[in-house]
Structure formats: C-alpha cells, structure tokens
C-alpha cells in the first residue's frame, strides 16, 4: 500500500509527486504518456506581470505565487538531481506592430501600472517604454514597431526539462513511477481504496491526486463530482535559425494572442493556436499552421528564413471560468484534483502541485477559491 497516489505525469502530476515524495511520503506516480499532452507542447513563458490574463485578480494573484516559487524549486532541483531544470531568467518584449494593437498596448500598459499600484510593485523587474530601433536591436527579425514595452523581470522554462528534473528529484526521495493507464479510482464508503489499471493491477492507497490534465474529468462519473475542463488544442512551431545565436533575444508578446520564445539552441518557438472545441485531437491542421507561421512573420519578417524544425500540439486542460481545479473532491474522501490551467499551465503548475501535495499531507493551505465545489 502506498502513502498516495498520482495519476498523470505532466508537469502539475510530476510536481505533486516531487513534493509528497520529498517530504517522506510513500508515493506511487502513474503515467500512460498521453500523445498531446500539454506538458509536452507547452512555450513556458514565465511572467504574470504582462500575461493577458491580468484582468483576473484571481488569476493574477496566483500566478505572483507561482512565478515568485519557481527559484526557490530550481535550487531544491538543482541539489537534488543531476541533470538540468530548463529554467531561465530572461527579458520580454510587448510589441504593438500594427496600428490595431496599440489600444489594446495602451490598455495593458494602464493595467501594469495599476497593478504595480495596487500591489506595492509585486512582480521583479522594470519596464520601460523603449524605441522601434531599439526593439531592433534586441530582437533582430522583428518588424517595425508602433510601439514597445521591455520588461526585465520575466523567465522562460523547458517544461519537458524541468518535468523531467521533477520526476528524477522525487525518485531520489523514494518515489515510484509506473508506466501505466489508470482506468478506475476505487473507493468505499465515500472513501477512496486506490486505483486499478488497464493491466489487471490495484494499487491501494486512502490518497489519490488526480493530475490527467484534459483526461481528467474521465473520472468525474465514478467519482459524483463534475470536472468541466475541456481539450483546447494548441498549435506551436519550433523554428531553427542556423548559425544565428538567440541566446540573448528576449521573449517576444504581441497583442494577438501569440509570442515568440527564443532558446540558447539558436532556436525560436512561435505560436500558439487556442482552438476551443477542438477535442481530443492532438495533430496538427493546415489552418493552425497558417496561423502560427502567418503571425510570426508579420511580426518578425526576419524569420522567413528559419527551417521549420518541429511542430508541437498540445491539448491544454482549459476550465469552464479558465481558472485552475485544485484541492480535494466533495463527494469522495481522499481524492484531490489538480488540473484545468488551461494556457497557463507551466507558468502555474509546479506551485500547484506544491499546494495540493501540502494539502494531502493535512496541511492547511489557501486553495479553496480553486476548488472545484465552485462550479455546483
């Protein structure tokens, strides 16, 4: 028998199981390695301070936590594995290139500066407005701007990376990880027992994280409790620019939904598509490649060059209000959810799985606005 149980292996799962495990609770991680799994797809911009989703003060409070709790979970990663994290400080550009953009720059800019207000300057960094020529010559492809915001404070992760890092970290403190397809999560008398496998195995267990991303709701019938979280399929491309080195270009936001996130591999990820109603579909559609490669370039026109070296598809877990599920299930004793992050999913993951591992352990912890009783 097992201390608790995790089911699903992305980011949020490979963290809940990291931090049980880390603090000496036998742990049993059990992954079917779902093709589309967001984790795998994911850009991994790290910077709540110029996300879109600062309009949510809900949102926005969490993701302060989150972002301020990813250095101090390197350090830990760092002493307790051996290979790398995948997580980076870096700069970010807020670009508005066509005229269209700049209410909406001129909106966010109001907001960051409010929010800067309200919260007695929370997020690290300074922003500042800088020149088109300027932007130029910190991001080279890039178009001519209206208008540019340069923020100093933001961070970039590899989410396979620092998965990985999670995964390796908690098995230096015990943790088990079971290739498997977790088909039932058994419990009695309002109670869970364990879970059952596609393999004829039960494994016990009286706690149960259930962290399957967009899959999740799977058990939402056998459980009584309804998990309105939905596939929206993302859509992002890997370009490879050769020789050029893009070690220090910043991360780049424009104002229609998409980004550019450059790695020391003299590599640029663009994207990404928000396809709701998408489904369990995880491939990718001439349309979504039309769009991705169609905002990149209008962008940044020096890019037209790039070999196309990967397309990515991840089927992001987006909730009903497009906030997180977390903490324990109001129908059966012992099951606690961690999913629903949608597009933010890295920026807020391994902090969520942090506090859903805290509060399996009986500790007291503030996630009841995420809970999913919300949603009755």
């Not at 799994?37 to 790290?46: E, F, L, N, P, S």
């Not at 943790?175 to 027992?193: F, K, M, P, S, Y």
């Not at 994280?209 to 859509?235: D, M, N």
Request: aromatic residues 6%; charged residues 25%; glycine residues 10%.
């Amino acid at each position: 028998m097992h201390d608790a149980i995790v089911v699903g292996g992305g980011i949020v799962g490979a963290s809940v199981a990291y931090h049980l495990a880390r603090k000496d609770v036998d742990t049993l991680l059990v992954d079917r390695h779902d093709t589309g799994r967001a984790t795998d797809a994911g850009a991994g911009i790290i910077s709540p301070a110029t996300s879109s989703r600062t309009a949510s003060d809900r949102w926005f409070e969490f993701a302060l936590d989150a972002a301020a709790y990813y250095p101090e979970l390197v350090e830990h990663l760092e002493n307790e594995q051996d290979g790398k994290t995948g997580y980076s400080d870096c700069s970010l550009l807020s670009v508005a290139v066509g005229e269209d953009e700049v209410p909406e720059y001129d909106a966010a800019s109001e907001r960051i500066r409010e929010r800067q207000e309200k919260y007695d300057q929370p997020a690290p960094g300074t922003t500042e407005e800088i020149s088109s020529s300027e932007a130029q010559s910190r991001y080279p492809p890039l178009a001519e701007t209206r208008r540019c915001r340069a923020y100093d404070g933001a961070a970039r992760v590899d989410a396979r990376t620092f998965t990985g890092a999670l995964l390796r970290a908690g098995e230096s403190h015990g943790l088990t990880v079971l290739d498997g397809d977790v088909t039932r999560i058994d419990h009695e008398n309002g109670a869970v027992t364990g879970v059952e496998t596609t393999d004829g195995g039960r494994y016990e267990s009286d706690a149960v994280a259930v962290a399957g991303g967009a899959w999740s709701p799977r058990f939402a019938e056998s459980l009584g409790v309804s998990i309105p979280v939905e596939p929206q399929r993302g859509q992002i491309i890997h370009l490879d620019l050769g020789e050029t080195d893009t070690s220090s270009w910043p991360i780049l936001s424009p104002f229609h939904g998409h980004y550019m996130v450059p790695w020391p591999d003299n590599r640029v990820a663009v994207g990404a598509t928000r396809e709701v109603g998408s489904g369990f579909a995880p491939h990718t559609t001439a349309a979504g490649v039309h769009e991705v490669l169609g905002e990149a370039l209008r962008v940044a026109p020096g890019l037209a060059d790039a070999e196309i070296d990967e397309v990515r598809v991840g089927l992001r877990p987006r909730s009903a209000d497009q906030l997180p599920v977390l903490g324990a299930v109001p129908t059966v004793e012992g099951v606690h959810l961690a999913t629903g992050h949608g597009a933010t999913g890295l920026q807020l993951g391994p902090y969520s799985g942090k506090l859903v591992a805290d509060e399996m352990r009986g500790e007291s912890v503030d996630i009841e606005t995420f809970s999913v009783e919300r949603f009755e």
